[in-house]
């Protein structure tokens, strides 16, 4: 029987023994001015740094076995989704609402399967039908883009 | 008595035309949200929280519409789950046992007639349940003190750390996660800013709706990137979705042990529709299956997961309403939104703002009969949403999410945290830690750090305050007891197991 590797739960546990750490020396850190009680700000989050240290040992102690992790082409497309997410948080102002949002589901469908051509024309409906429904119907406001005239 | 004057006055809140509007609204989208295999009532929820907040309704009025949105997803759950062997959110998968053989015999009419009525019936008796029960034990809950508060949340963190997932560490951890990203931004206590690294956005503390969604939403966007294939129902026809007396009767009894069962499992904290749905299953299989007809197309076996995942959404309700701690993901998730309407539900609720809890009662005994007449002539129209294809699907999920977060403060920074969120609920995911308690953690931090500090400021720094009651020692011997508890189980499993062997 092959052994199963449980890589997967050690290396979570020693990040999040490694955030138990850095969360506890901030919480160390903290000093009131005066104490209306006579815990302070400082006790509560040195509890949760102390129950996750302890926590994160157990997990590196008795680890689960690996999950299946998705195959390089998923990861591929994950990391474009997450790259276009991050373009897509930066472009909205300057852009527009319209524009960008159109391009993101156009790169967003094309990545599920679809083609250039229908990615682009959902996209386009469903960016004009959020921006109908947000701006007109909830009376919020969506960026036109720096592009926009006047 | 009283109960019933309360109720009046609730009906009178749920029967203006804007409340019975959104109590409509919510039960629509609610069947839509669950009957889409891929967006659960959680993300549901969390999504239409900056709608309901852009639309600057009153609390109680967006507390049905919200509400609608979770139960009535544990009515669209099951289309999918019948139709096409794919179970529409968490809850439905127990459903796929029997429904998608009845359809395959050629009685998906009959499974998802059934189901709606099963659905209605769980629905209801929930809903009657929580009236009944919600006041006392909200009179009962206003005697609590600071202590006894901290171990009631403790209570709950444990019992959903045993519940929820398969490693109670794993959701351990997802619980601390959740109550370190509540104690960012200015300690309510002593003004001092704590882990905001000088950042300003954070001041105010870390944003729950983005939270919400991130981890929610967005996680699952990226999860569903990894399935190639979702079943895309090319060739849907339903044509009447009617049940016989005779079945229906044959099945009426599970029916209403599976609503005992559910609600029951819905009011224990950490436990929620999909639990309720299995052990409705089991309990029944074990009950009436003597013919072994269970697992290929036995009606009962539809109704009891139905009656028993409606019923348990109900069931959440009470200790949410009552007692401030939300049992479940989603509760958390309506919880953390009355919060943003300035909102905090606990027992004090039920003198202070009782149109909000009686306003929302009463509106899930309307929504329910209206979530029926909806899901039995026009579930064939719900049917055809299965053939919105992919493609235009997930990219739909991320634009609405995207849009609903940034429509709230106009910032990208929000849409960056929020994307940064969705990666760790992946991975989290992924490596099995479940999500519900991250959102816990977060709405109950707060609380949770406030009630220790009174107590201590009470008792002077003396720590066995926390365990001076009789309440809080019961409340903290469950607590540890509910965390041993899988421990136990599996050590009288293999003890058992031992015996058969040595026999």
Known sequence: MKAESRKSDRIAGALLLLLSAGYGLEAMRLQADFLADPLGPRAFPLLLAAALGLFSLYLMIKPDPDPDWPPRRVLAGQLGMLLSFVVYSYALAPLGFLLATTLEMAWLSRLFGADWRRGFLGGLGLAVGLYLIFVFGLGIPLPLGRWWPG | ?503
């Open chain 2, 1 to 503: 008595m009283d109960v019933l004057a309360q109720l009046a006055h609730g009906f009178e809140v749920a029967l203006t035309p804007l409340n019975l509007f959104l109590a409509f609204s919510g039960a629509f989208l609610g069947t839509l949200i669950g009957a889409l295999p891929g967006i659960g009532p959680v993300n549901g929820v969390a999504i239409l929280i900056p709608i309901a907040y852009a639309l600057k309704l009153p609390p109680e009025s967006a507390l049905i519409l919200l509400a609608g949105v979770y139960y009535g997803a544990e009515y669209g759950g099951r289309i999918s789950s019948i139709l096409l062997n794919v179970p529409g959110d968490a809850g439905a998968v127990i459903t796929t046992l029997d429904g998608y053989p009845m359809a395959q015999k050629g009685r998906a009419g009959e499974a998802l007639a059934l189901s709606a009525i099963s659905s209605f019936i769980g629905g209801t008796l929930a809903v009657i349940g929580l009236t009944l029960f919600a006041p006392y034990l909200a009179e009962w809950a206003i005697k609590f003190g600071p202590a006894e508060y901290f171990a009631l949340m403790v209570f709950a963190f444990s019992t959903l750390a045993s519940l929820a997932g398969k490693n109670p560490v794993k959701a351990l951890i997802a619980s601390v996660f959740g109550l370190m990203l509540a104690t960012v931004g200015i300690d309510p206590g002593s003004g001092v800013p704590r882990f905001t690294f000088g950042e300003m956005k954070l001041y105010d503390g870390v944003d729950f709706l983005v939270v919400a969604i991130g981890l929610f939403a967005i996680s699952e966007v990226l999860t569903l990137m990894e399935h190639s294939f979702m079943g895309t129902a090319q060739r849907i026809k339903v044509q009447t979705a009617m049940v016989s007396l005779k079945t229906f009767m044959a099945s009426l009894w599970s029916i209403l042990r599976s609503s005992l069962i559910g609600f029951f499992i819905g009011v224990l904290p950490g436990a929620g529709a999909s639990i309720a749905s299995a052990v409705a299953y089991t309990t029944e299989k074990r009950l009436v299956d003597r013919e072994g007809t269970f697992g290929s197309g036995d009606p009962r076996g539809v109704a009891a997961p139905e009656a028993a995942n409606n019923a348990a959404s109900g069931g959440a309700m009470v200790p949410m309403l009552t007692l401030g701690v939300p049992g479940s993901g989603t509760t958390a998730v309506l919880l953390g939104a009355l919060m943003m309407f300035n909102v905090t539900p606990g027992p004090l609720i039920f003198e202070q703002r009782p149109e909000i809890v009686w306003g929302l009662i009463a509106s899930m005994y309307i929504g329910n009969v209206m979530l029926l007449v909806l899901n039995l002539p026009l579930v064939g129209w719900f049917a055809r949403i299965l053939t919105i294809p992919r493609w235009f699907l997930v990219p739909a999920i991320a634009a609405l999410s995207f849009v609903g977060v940034y429509a709230v403060n106009n910032s990208a920074f929000d849409l960056l945290f929020m994307t940064g969120i969705g990666v760790v609920g992946y991975l989290m995911r992924k490596a099995g830690f479940p999500l519900a308690p991250v959102i816990l953690g977060l709405v109950l931090g707060r609380l949770m750090e406030v009630n220790l500090r009174r107590a201590l400021a009470i008792s002077g720094g003396d720590w066995s305050i926390l365990y001076a009651s009789t309440l809080s020692k019961t409340l903290w011997a469950l607590a540890i007891l509910s965390l041993l508890f899988p421990y136990l189980v599996s050590l009288l499993g293999s003890r058992r197991r031992g015996l058969t062997l040595d026999e």
